[in-house]
Nanobody, 126 residues
Framework: QVQLVESGGGLVQPGGSLRLSCEVS????????IGWFRQAPGKEREGVSY????????VYADSVKGRFIISKDNAKNTAYLQMNSLKPEDTAVYYC???????????????????WGQGTQVTVSS
């Protein structure tokens, strides 16, 4: 059974940091690309970051570039999203997703992904 389980969300003050984890089971992480997405209340889901299974290439949305870092540990079957310098506009439910193949060369769109986690809430507020 395929599962992706996010953890590490919570409440943090502006300027703070959080590290999200995405533990996968039921498939081998090293063969799958990983994306992180987020959805704020009343807004569409947006792609945040991506890491390639083949060469470790990463992609970031402009809104998080320079602040977020995506990584994965294939041995632990876990992907991560390190979030620094958090802003109130980063508040959202964050999801990890796995793709067997990015077809249309746009790794920050949700239809490219096969499996999804249940999400973890991140709230940035003073």
């Amino acid at each position: 059974q395929v599962q992706l389980v996010e953890s590490g969300g919570g409440l943090v003050q502006p300027g703070g940091s959080l590290r999200l984890s995405c533990e996968v089971s039921g498939f081998t992480l090293r063969f799958y690309d990983i994306g992180w997405f987020r959805q704020a209340p009343g807004k569409e889901r947006e792609g945040v970051s991506y890491i390639s299974s083949s060469d470790g290439n990463t992609v970031y949305a402009d809104s998080v570039k320079g602040r977020f870092i995506i990584s994965k540990d294939n041995a632990k079957n876990t992907a991560y999203l390190q979030m620094n310098s958090l802003k109130p506009e980063d508040t959202a439910v964050y999801y990890c997703a796995a793709s067997g193949e990015i077809i249309n060369n746009d790794p920050l769109v949700d239809y490219e992904y096969d499996f999804w986690g249940q999400g973890t809430q991140v709230t940035v507020s003073s």
